[in-house]
């Protein structure tokens, strides 16, 4: 039995995008334990509760993260509205589940191209980033923004969309699909990207139930926990919803899932824009939430199950905003897939959780 | 399915044990929160299984209060115990992986716990307004007192340079009030100069019968 060393991975790293810290123990090549550590970039967003008032905080919100930037807002609104029993109206609510699943789109495309660059297949990464861009457009076009789209408002959303802009996005989308399939194939059937990935990092759905895990990481394992079948809001008018799950729990299965959450989305969108009713898109919120009243509402991200809670206290300044991020339940988990793997798959473990340390600390 | 939400206090003592009934049912654990109050911080444990989201909360945990760690039961929170421990003060004990206090690294020892100014005196301002209105309700309850009494009575309490300023701007409004009344009184005498006198004297008639009986009550 070799010498145990401790080898310091990140906060630096190639293969990592945002600031996580890792002790990893090997043993010789194989990691016996790894210690993750975050805590670099800390910006202390709830506490600024104290100073933005709570219409001004879904600006605080949406900036929790840049890819994840529209769930915030949306999660933190309907935590408001519960707070406060507002109804809104449901054009608005299917314009939010249109937004959130082309957020989707966005965030696993801009993830399969990383996965695609991590594993060293440079014109997959290019070519799912050169889609993503496609899908930033769209959101130029309906929002004005490309990244923080502030389109939500506790009440509704910012603006309505026309007719012809929904068609746009659907021509849009339609197109995608079709050379996504391409893409698609050769993530999921191409030899170079199973050798990579196949019997890598492997979770049971024993252990993802164990160490709580959310998101694609969990439904990878066979954990059914997709907040989308809840049928909150907009989810509720859709005809069939059947959350994407895998069995083998490993860096491919995890793949796969994003892989085909991407065309789901798509199909989503689609029966949205088919069934939107008309009417208005806000109803003003007027009050402040009653002092000790107390909410909390769950959404489903890109990277999982979000926890939001609220608290009023009698002022528009609500005593305190919580926000729980996928990343930060799936910690305990990716230390879990990364014991006994080999040194060289640790990027790729990392990875396939899809870290966003951003959210997590907040 | 229609999603089930709930709020429920437990104590203290009996968060292990309920940590360890959730996870014999299969429950997972979805996050745990700190908010601080006057009372001491209160802890909010959320589990969650299929569309049921249950949140449990230990009240009022003051500086000095050990509270025992489930990540023993659930790993995945390790995050938020430690969390805990850096932005709020809680000392939670029998942690798995104990960052020490160095989870996050903080320019101030439990930042969460700090009010800004603004909130401070929004804080100060609200509750000063509650005790107001308790103590009129008090008031109400014995029997109601004269308004210039009650005002009198607050002026007291205040501070005396405070003090001094709203008396010299009620002042201020009651000498107001009496040179618009004087103006509305001259005002009046000279459109009844140019009226017919017959329907000039009634009006100073009904002038003078409204002015008895607000002399009255």
Redesign the interface.
């Known amino acids: 039995m070799g010498q145990h060393t401790v080898i310091p991975f990140g906060p630096q790293h190639p293969v990592l995008p945002e600031p996580l810290h890792l002790d990893l123990v090997v043993d010789d090549e194989v990691v016996v334990e790894a ?1 993750p ?4 970039i ?1 910006r ?1 967003l ?2 600024l509760t ?2 933005r008032d709570y219409n001004q905080f879904i600006y605080i919100a949406e900036r929790i993260c840049g890819i994840c930037a529209f769930g915030h807002s949306l999660g933190y609104a309907e935590t408001i509205e519960t707070l406060m029993g507002v109804e809104i109206p449901k054009r608005a609510e299917y314009l939010r589940v249109i937004l959130h699943e082309l957020s989707r789109v966005h965030s696993h495309l801009l993830w399969l191209g990383l996965a695609a660059d991590a594993f060293g297949y440079e014109s997959l990464f290019m070519h799912c980033w050169r889609l993503r861009e496609r899908v930033l457009d769209v959101f130029e076009a309906t929002t004005g923004g490309r990244v923080i789209l502030s389109a939500v408002l506790v009440g509704g959303m910012v603006r309505d969309q026309d007719a012809a802009t929904l068609n746009m996005m659907r021509e849009t989308l339609d197109g995608i699909k079709d050379e996504y399939a391409q893409l698609c194939k050769a993530f999921l059937e191409d030899s170079s990207v199973r050798n990579r990935l196949v019997g890598v990092g492997t979770i049971t759905t024993e252990e993802a ?5 959310v998101g694609p990481f969990a439904r990878a394992s066979n954990v059914n ?1 997709d907040v989308r ?4 809001g907009g989810y509720a008018d859709l005809s069939d919803f059947q959350p994407i799950l895998e069995t083998d729990g490993d860096c491919f299965a995890r793949a796969k899932v994003r892989a085909l959450e991407v065309l789901q989305s798509i199909d989503i969108i689609n029966e949205m824009v088919d069934k939107i009713p008309d009417g208005p898109v806000f109803e003003e919120v007027k009050g402040a939430p009653v002092a000790g009243a ?5 959404l489903e991200q890109p990277r999982g ?1 979000c ?1 939001y ?1 609220a ?1 009023g ?3 528009k ?1 609500l ?2 905003m ?1 926000m ?1 991020t996928p990343t ?6 990716m230390a879990q897939a990364l014991k006994g793997c080999d040194l060289a798959d640790v990027n790729m473990i990392v990875l396939t959780i899809d870290p966003c340390i951003s959210c ?2 907040r | 399915m229609a999603h089930e939400r709930s709020f429920q206090d437990i104590s203290l003592d009996s968060l292990v044990s309920t940590a360890e009934r959730l996870k014999r049912e299969g429950w997972r654990c979805v996050q745990m929160l700190c908010v601080n109050t006057d009372n001491g911080v209160d802890l909010t444990y959320s589990f969650s299984k299929l569309n049921e989201l249950a949140n449990y909360q230990v009240r009022g945990v003051t500086q000095g209060t050990s509270v025992p760690s489930i990540q023993n039961l659930f790993l995945g929170i390790f995050p938020f115990e430690n969390e805990a421990k850096d932005l709020f003060g809680v000392d939670i004990e029998g942690m798995v992986l104990d960052f020490a206090g160095k989870f996050y690294a903080v320019a101030e020892r439990e930042p969460m716990t700090i009010l800004t100014p603004e909130a401070k005196e929004r804080k100060d301002k609200e509750a000063k307004k509650a005790a107001a209105a308790a103590a009129k309700a008090k008031q109400a309850a014995e029997g109601g007192s004269a308004p210039a009494d009650d005002l009198e009575a607050k002026l007291a309490g205040m501070d005396p340079e405070k003090a001094a300023k709203v008396r010299a701007a009620m002042e201020a409004k009651a000498r107001k009030e009496a040179a618009s009344s004087a103006q509305s009184e001259d005002d009046i005498e000279a459109k009844l100069a140019n009226m017919d006198p017959e329907k000039a004297a009634k009006v100073r008639a009904a002038l003078e019968a409204k002015k008895a009986k607000e002399g009255n009550a």
């Open positions: 210690i550590q975050i805590g670099f800390h202390g709830e506490r104290q100073t139930l164990d160490y709580s895990m926990n079948m809840l049928g909150k107390q909410a909390c509402n769950t199950e926890y809670y608290l206290n009698g002022t300044y005593e305190r919580r729980r930060s339940i799936n910690l305990a988990g997590t600390e």
